[in-house]
Each structure stands twice: as structure tokens, then as C-alpha cells.
């Protein structure tokens, strides 16, 4: 074994702080002629260079240079023989060097004692190489200058690396580096479950303006700071705009609702206690061509909507916010023309009782159908209605059509079944929601305990203090809340069990999952367990087969939706569904 290194100026003297401190250059020697080891380390011996002295590395072979390159790090001179095991092992270990280790600071010095095998002017430029000697010119001055060219430019390098990636006032990295990080754990398989995130400090500008920059310097740099000391470390961090920070992280530890309550502790600047708020956008879509400088794209669409709708929330990418402009406007505009000539109805999906079969509810699911026929799936539009407003006016009508189909269905001798109808965030969050939920219960008559709510998981979780005054509100109706895709969310469960609801609704996912054997149990028999502590009626969607029906049922899950029983029916099919199912129990 030829990798202990031996450090010439201070030798193992590991002990001694003071000079484990030393900053040194590490040099590695590569050639498979010991004597060549001997000759360059007694040539350098003692030698100071640009103030610091030299620590040798030595490998015999380029596949040992190999093995050494992956492990070490800040190696900033290479001295490698051409010709070792083979005739061009040592240019081939420049390519891997260079476009596999992606070692672009270290420099290499190419020597060979066959003057013969020089290489090629242009490997010499497209592998960046410093400088090519024959072993001759092996003496005490020559190679003490080329060592001291090589490192001098390693060196520049270094320093521009750190200009160009490195925020010198929070000591992060920028955004370039950030891109780079961020694409070397996309290229690796543990990022399954990762997020990327750009987290934006509210009205810095403003801040900027009335305490001047040096305070906003700080306060940046205190929020750095939090941040550092609060993040799972595996999680990367960045400055990446003036005011804006990169994350990228498991999404468990990248969790917005963690993360946006670490600005509830003031920040202390200088004597001030400042108390800012930060806006959260992220993206779960990574991988499968979907790099860190996309995923940042995406992550900025996503705060940008965060921010219209209220600073210190936040929001997910979707898809559909990624359609190009033209795309967004040409839909928006057939989806206004679809609302004023009524090409958008309701359908109705049945719910059932697990145990008894009965159906107990429906929910009330848009459909919009062309004029060709052909459907544009809410999950496609619902965003686009929401980023335009319009959810308002469509979700409102929604539930008015709803509402009056429930009327007609209890009177056709189910006077207790329940109409489960969703709703958007941007329609909950709308200041005049509660009348309109109102005006719709007045005006058909309906008995408000047959009228359920669905809100999505992460609505939930999103602003505490509201969404728990509003639900309270929507309560005292007499109104029921279900939590939408459930699990798919980012709940706390300390915050769940404040929450007046309902029902949980185990998203489609987990049910799917159900027919697979998963390691550490399936998430829906936690759901169920967490609904059975806190004693909810537990929902499950998307059921297609018996079998997970059966599962569920045993896990003890009260009810259930899906294909199974029904897909979702126009109200004269949902009529005749009814009818047949009363005519077989
Ligand atoms: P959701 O509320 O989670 O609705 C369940 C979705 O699963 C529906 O998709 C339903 O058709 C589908 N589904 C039900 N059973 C099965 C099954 O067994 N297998 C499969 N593969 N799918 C099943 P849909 O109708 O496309 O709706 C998608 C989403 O759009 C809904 O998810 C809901 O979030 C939203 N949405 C639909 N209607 C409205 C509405 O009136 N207002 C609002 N705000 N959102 C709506
Ligand atoms: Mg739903
Ligand atoms: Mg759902």
C-alpha cells in the first residue's frame, strides 16, 4: 500500500494542533517507477511554496491514482506519468479525472520519460493540462518552478470558483452552485423524495429602503443563520437572489410548514429584534430531465402564486402552472367561453359504507366537455381557474348545482344521503365564502348536516390560525369537512387534532399501493390508525378492486369510493345507478 502520505515540513505530528492547522498544498505523485517518487519528494524536500509548505501523495498505477482521487479531496497538483500499466494509462486517467471526478480545479503535470509519447496539442487543451515535462527535466529548479506555475493557478482558480458559487455575505452557496449541487444529487438515486424550494423573505426591499443596506445585510445574514442551524444538515442550502434561498432536501426536511415557522422567533440584528415573514414555493417534479435549473423555474412559478395569494404561505408546483403562456390564455379563454355556454356540469360519484353496502353520500366532481366531445380533465383546468380567479365564481356555482341535485336525490327516499363537494383554496380563502356557503344552504333548504366540505390536505395545513377561525365558521353551519388526499400532504399532527373535522379521505395513492406489498406497512392502515385516534370516519378513494375493499374494511376504514361501485355518474345515471343497487340489496 502505497496511499499514506508523508508530509514533508511537519511530519506525524498530529498531536500538535498548532500545525495540524498548517494549511499545506497536497501534491500527488503518480508513476509506476518508485524512483521517481524518491527523486521528486527529495527535489521538494523542505520547499515552501507560496507560503506553504508540500504534502505528498503517491500512487504506483493509474487505477490506484483512481481509487485515491475519489476519496481525497483539495488535491491540487497531479504529477502523472504517461505510459504506467498501459501505454496511455495516464491520459486515460485525465479523462476520468476531468469528465467523471469532474476535478476542474486540479492541475495536472504530465511527465514521461519517453519523449515520444507527448501528447497531442489539443488533449493537452481539452484536458486542461498545466504543463508537460520529460523525467529529465526532473532537477531541483525546474520542477520547483513548474510546481509553483501549477499552483499559482490553481489557486486564481480556486478564488474565481469562489466568486462565481460562493455568497460571501450569508457564506452559502449562490445560485450557480446551488444548480450544480442540486444536479449532482438529481443525477444520484437518492433523491426520490426530494423538493426543491425557494423560500423569499417578505418585503425586503422595503426593508432595505427604511433601515438602509448594511441592516438588511445583517438581517439576511441572520436569517442565514437560522436557517443553518435548523435544517436537517443533509439538506442544501443557497443564497440564490438577493433576498431568495435555494433548498433542496428530503421532503420531510424540506417541509414548508417547518420551515416558514422558523421565522416565528424574531430576528435579533444588532440590538433590533426584527420580525420578517418568508413566502415558500417548491416543486416535487425532479428527475427524468427535470434538472435544478428547471426545478428552480418551476419553484419560482409556484411562489410567485404563493405570494398573490398571501405572504408567509406557500404553494406546490403543478404541471398545469408550467403550460406555456400561449397555452394558459388559449385555455382560460375556451374555459370562459365553456362557462357562459354551460359546456360544464357536475357529476356524482357514490360513497358507500364498507360494512353495510349502503351508499351514504356522493361528491360532486366538475366535468368540461368540448364541442367535439372530448373532456379537458379538472385536474388541467381547476389550476388555471384558480390562478385566474375564476374558481371563485365556478366553485360557487358548483355548489349551488350540487345543493339542488342533493334535494332531488333525498327526495327520492335517501333522505339522509350527503353531498360531498370540493373546494378550492383560493375559494375558501375568498372573503365572501362563508355568505355565498350560506345563501346556497337558504336557498335550497337543505339540512346543512348533509353538506360536507372537501379541502385538500395541504390547504389544511397551510396558515393555522385562519383555516382553523374559517372551518370553526364552516362548523357552526353545521356543515362537515373531509380532508382531501389525505397523506399526500405535509400534516402535523398536533396541528390535525385542533382541526374541527370530519373525515379523513385517504387519497387514491394509498389505496392503489394497497394491492403491493410495501416495506413498513401501508399508509393507509396509518390513516386509518390516526383516524381511529382521533375519531374520524375514514373515507377511502380510488378503490378499483374487491380486494382492497376487503383490506380496507379489515383495517377498519368506514367507507369508500371508486370505480368498484361506481365512476363518477350524470345525475340521470347516478338515478338509475341508485335505483339498481336498491333493487339488488
Ligand atoms: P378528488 O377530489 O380527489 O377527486 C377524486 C378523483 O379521483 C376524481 O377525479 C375521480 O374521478 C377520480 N376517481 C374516483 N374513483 C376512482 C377510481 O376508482 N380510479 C381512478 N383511477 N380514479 C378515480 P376527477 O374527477 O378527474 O377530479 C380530479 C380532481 O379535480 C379532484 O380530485 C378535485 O381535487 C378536483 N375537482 C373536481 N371537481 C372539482 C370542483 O368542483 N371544485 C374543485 N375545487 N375541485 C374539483
Ligand atoms: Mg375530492
Ligand atoms: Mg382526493
Not at 353545521?478 to 390535525?496: E, K, M, P, V, W
Request: with cysteine; glycine share 6%; aromatic share 6%.
Amino acid at each position: 500500500m502505497h496511499t499514506e502520505s508523508d508530509t514533508l515540513h511537519f511530519l506525524d505530528d498530529e498531536g500538535d494542533p498548532e500545525v495540524g492547522r498548517e494549511l499545506v498544498w497536497r501534491l500527488l505523485i503518480i508513476d509506476d517507477e518508485p524512483d521517481v517518487h524518491r527523486a521528486t519528494t527529495f527535489a521538494l524536500s523542505g520547499v515552501k511554496i507560496l507560503g506553504r509548505s508540500l504534502q505528498f501523495l503517491h500512487a504506483y498505477s493509474a487505477s490506484e491514482a483512481d481509487r485515491i482521487l475519489r476519496v481525497e479531496s483539495d488535491i491540487a497538483v497531479v504529477l502523472l506519468d504517461v505510459v504506467m500499466e498501459r501505454e496511455d494509462a495516464g491520459l486515460a486517467l485525465i479523462k476520468i479525472i476531468r469528465e467523471e471526478l469532474k476535478l476542474t480545479d486540479l492541475r495536472i503535470i504530465l511527465r514521461t520519460g519517453q519523449p515520444g509519447y507527448a501528447p497531442e496539442i489539443e488533449t493537452i487543451h481539452d484536458f486542461d493540462i498545466n504543463d508537460y515535462k520529460t523525467k529529465s527535466e526532473l532537477t531541483r529548479t525546474k520542477l520547483y518552478a513548474t510546481i509553483t506555475a501549477a499552483l499559482r493557478t490553481y489557486e486564481q482558480i480556486r478564488k474565481l470558483d469562489e466568486l462565481a458559487f460562493y455568497d460571501r455575505l450569508c457564506s452559502l452557496p449562490n445560485r450557480n452552485k446551488f444548480i450544480n449541487l442540486s444536479d449532482e444529487r438529481l443525477a444520484g438515486s437518492e433523491c426520490k423524495n426530494d423538493v426543491i424550494a425557494i423560500l423569499d423573505v417578505d418585503d425586503f426591499s422595503e426593508i432595505n429602503d427604511a433601515l438602509g443596506h448594511q441592516q438588511g445585510d445583517r438581517l439576511l445574514q441572520a436569517v442565514a443563520d437560522r436557517l443553518k442551524l435548523e435544517l436537517d444538515p443533509s439538506v442544501i442550502l443557497a443564497r440564490i437572489g438577493s433576498d431568495t434561498f435555494g433548498l433542496m432536501g428530503a421532503r420531510q426536511h424540506v417541509d414548508p410548514v417547518t420551515i416558514l415557522s422558523m421565522f416565528r422567533t424574531p430576528f435579533v440584528v444588532q440590538d433590533d429584534s426584527m420580525v420578517v415573514t418568508a413566502t415558500m414555493g417548491y416543486t416535487q417534479s425532479l428527475g427524468g430531465g427535470i434538472m435544478g435549473r428547471d426545478a428552480i423555474k418551476d419553484a419560482n412559478i409556484a411562489l410567485k402564486l404563493a405570494k398573490k395569494n398571501r405572504r408567509g404561505s406557500f404553494v406546490a408546483f403543478s404541471a398545469e402552472m408550467g403550460l406555456d403562456i400561449r397555452e394558459r390564455v388559449r385555455l382560460l379563454q375556451a374555459l370562459r367561453q365553456a362557462v357562459e355556454s354551460e359546456r360544464l356540469f357536475v357529476v356524482y360519484q357514490p360513497q358507500v359504507n364498507l360494512i353495510s353496502g349502503e351508499v351514504v353520500g356522493v361528491e360532486a366532481l366538475i366535468r368540461w366537455r368540448n364541442d367535439d366531445g372530448t373532456f379537458v380533465p379538472p385536474d388541467r383546468f381547476i389550476p388555471l381557474a384558480e390562478a385566474s380567479g375564476m374558481i371563485v365564481a365556478i366553485g360557487d356555482w358548483v355548489l349551488r348545482v350540487s345543493c339542488h341535485e342533493l334535494v332531488r336525490l333525498q327526495a327520492m327516499g335517501l333522505p339522509n344521503l350527503r353531498m360531498s363537494v370540493n373546494v378550492s383554496q383560493i375559494q375558501f380563502r375568498h372573503p365572501e365564502f362563508l355568505d355565498k356557503l350560506n345563501a346556497a344552504l337558504l336557498d335550497t333548504g337543505i339540512n346543512p348536516k348533509c353538506l360536507e366540505l372537501e379541502i385538500t390536505e395541504s390547504v389544511a395545513m397551510e396558515d393555522p390560525a385562519f383555516i382553523l377561525e374559517t372551518l370553526h365558521m364552516v362548523r357552526e353551519l353545521g356543515i362537515s369537512i373531509a380532508i382531501d388526499d389525505f397523506g399526500t400532504g405535509y400534516s402535523s399532527l398536533s396541528h390535525l387534532r385542533q382541526l374541527p373535522i370530519d373525515r379523513l379521505k385517504i387519497d387514491r395513492a394509498f389505496v392503489t399501493e394497497l394491492s403491493q406489498e410495501v416495506s413498513g406497512g401501508h399508509i393507509a392502515s396509518m390513516v386509518i390508525e390516526l383516524g381511529r385516534n382521533l375519531k374520524l370516519t375514514v373515507i377511502a378513494e380510488g378503490i378499483e378492486e374487491e380486494s382492497q375493499a376487503q383490506t380496507l374494511l379489515r383495517l377498519g376504514c368506514h367507507e369508500g369510493q371508486g370505480y368498484l361501485y361506481a365512476k363518477p355518474l350524470t345525475a340521470v345515471q347516478l338515478k338509475e345507478w341508485l335505483q339498481t343497487r336498491a333493487e339488488h340489496l
